[in-house]
């Protein structure tokens, strides 16, 4: 078996595409931090079709974790050459698979924080990405207020030379690129978050303030961030699609991504030092992005929480089968057609109906082999910033609310870490304890959760949305998510 790395490229079997260009020859031109499964499967992936042109060759990537589980992908990528399999795997079972070439560097922050400034503080390096999730932002849901307090923020803003976070690490780079006269980089956000651009100005700006004013001035009126709306189902890769490289193209990788067919970007064009001929790849450079956004983060992203508890409590574990359950689907297309779309605007060249149901076939592919578990992940990140603005947009116009507000329920009951066999659920979020605590007294005290103000603002005082949200959250408790999600389809609760 062919370990994958430059030396033996020429070597893989044919249906195994390779990069077509000199890699030695590439120079980077984007630190990318949060190289994890969706950068590989998209910005990556983009990246590696124009320099297949011979295009972007003064783009390629230098990779930069900076949480302890980043070392594991510094080991692989180090390895591999910075090399690794994109295997998109469409519905009837045809695998399209190559080999991504646009990733040159990877560096390790903890190991060597200056490094990693010194790398974004010369002059190549344009362009300065992330995909951190959408907690790596630090911003509170609510008021949208930089937290502070986080420890490693408290510990950047104590120890500026040898940070720790996204934010210590690029703001030191923006500083020393600025002593040296050098133009600043563009920082451009690919996270899953409503105005990612502005969220990421908001957080760094605020960052920048806590060092001093003068430098939180100059990020704001010298760095662009621009706005984009990313879209690629990613699942976490498994040891099954390990094995699966090895079996079909005959190449021992240690970290392949596995994706869906679809793939979309739109992307303002807001870019300070140059950026790559994003369009001839198939990015749609737009004026306005938000449009885009908000169909994606309200009808994609808010439908995956919409199925993923209750389908959980349902006991399904991967996505396709749920999506493929016609109560599911049902439910889902009732979701977005009542309760998302009438929140949304216009959205150019989208045919609003036919995209809820081409979700519907996305959801359904059962070659991705999505978890239901990879989407409960993380929720106290996700519903504030997908759903809950659903729900107070329809609460002001006197629009629908019950299904957005089920999935609210369906949310609280999960975190009760309890499935409806009395088996435990382990409950990943940087907020178990306190959603779990919070979320065990609901029986007797049925707001409990839901009185987070952190989380829900001020919704526990809205009568229609307590009214939706308690005659749910019994009918979980009473009858079980199945036949409480039947009744919210059938218009009975
Ligand atoms: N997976 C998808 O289907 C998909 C699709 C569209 C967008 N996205 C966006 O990409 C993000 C990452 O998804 P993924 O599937 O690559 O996840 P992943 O777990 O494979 O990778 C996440 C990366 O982010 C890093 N990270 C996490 N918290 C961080 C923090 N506080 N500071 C700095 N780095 C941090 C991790 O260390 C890791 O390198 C999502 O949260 C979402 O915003 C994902
Ligand atoms: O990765 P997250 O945390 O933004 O959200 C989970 C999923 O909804 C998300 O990854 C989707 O699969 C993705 O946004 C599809 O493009």
Not at 376 to 394: G, Q, T, Y
């Amino acid at each position: 078996m062919l370990p994958l790395n430059a030396e033996n490229l020429s070597q893989l079997s044919g249906d195994l595409a390779v990069p077509s260009y000199d890699r030695e020859a590439l120079t980077t031109g984007i630190v990318h931090f949060g190289v994890g499964g969706f950068h590989r499967a998209h910005q990556a992936m983009y990246l590696d079709r124009l320099m297949n042109e011979g295009k972007a060759l003064d783009w390629a990537i230098c990779g930069v974790g900076v949480m302890p589980a980043d070392r594991r992908m510094q080991q692989v990528l180090d390895a591999q050459d910075g090399l690794y399999t994109l295997v998109v795997k469409s519905p009837d079972g045809t695998l399209d698979a190559r080999v991504i070439g646009s990733i040159k560097e990877y560096l390790f922050a903890p190991d060597d924080p200056d490094a990693v400034i010194e790398k974004m503080a010369s002059p190549e390096i344009r362009i300065v990405s992330l995909t951190v999730t959408e907690g790596g932002y630090n911003f509170n849901a609510v008021t949208g207020e930089f937290m502070a307090e986080n420890p490693d923020v408290q510990h950047d803003l104590a120890q500026p030379r040898s940070p720790r976070t996204t934010f210590g690490l690029i703001t030191a780079a923006i500083e020393r690129r600025r002593e040296r006269g050098l133009p600043p980089f563009t920082i451009m956000s690919c996270d899953n978050i409503q105005g990612n651009g502005d969220a990421a100005r908001r957080s760094f700006v605020a960052f920048a303030a806590l060092r001093d004013s003068d430098l939180a001035a100059y990020v704001e009126g010298n760095v662009l961030f621009p706005n984009s709306m990313v879209d690629r189902i990613t699942p976490v890769t498994t040891d099954d699609d390990r094995d699966d490289v090895r079996k079909h193209f005959g190449v021992d990788d240690g970290w392949p991504v596995v994706c869906e067919p679809f793939t979309q970007w739109a992307l303002e064009d807001s870019f300070g030092n140059g950026r790559p001929p994003w369009e001839d790849s198939g990015v749609q450079v737009v004026p306005d992005v938000e449009p885009y956004e908000l169909m994606k983060l309200r009808l994609l992203n808010a439908s995956h929480q919409a199925l993923c508890y209750f389908g959980y409590l349902s006991g399904y574990r991967l996505v396709h089968d749920v999506a493929r359950d016609p109560a599911f689907a049902k439910f889902l297309l009732a979701y977005m057609e009542k309760e998302a779309e009438p929140t949304l605007e216009p959205v150019p060249g989208i045919n609003l109906r036919e995209y809820q149901h081409q979700l519907i076939d996305r959801f359904s592919n059962a070659q991705v082999k999505d978890t239901v578990a990879r989407l409960c992940a993380e929720s106290s990140d996700r519903i504030p910033k997908w759903l809950l603005p659903v729900i107070r947009h329809n609460l002001d116009s006197g629009g629908d609310i019950i299904l957005a507000t089920a999935v609210v329920a369906s949310w609280a009951r999960y975190d009760e870490g309890v499935d409806e066999e009395g088996e435990p659920i382990e409950i990943v979020d940087r907020l178990r304890d306190k959603l779990n605590a919070a979320a065990r007294r609901q029986r007797e005290e049925p707001l409990a959760f839901i009185q987070d103000r952190d989380l829900f603002g001020d919704l526990a005082e809205s009568e229609r949305f307590v009214s939706a949200y308690t005659s749910v959250l019994s009918s979980l408790h009473s009858r079980g998510a199945k036949a409480t999600l039947e009744a919210l389809v059938s218009g009975s609760l």
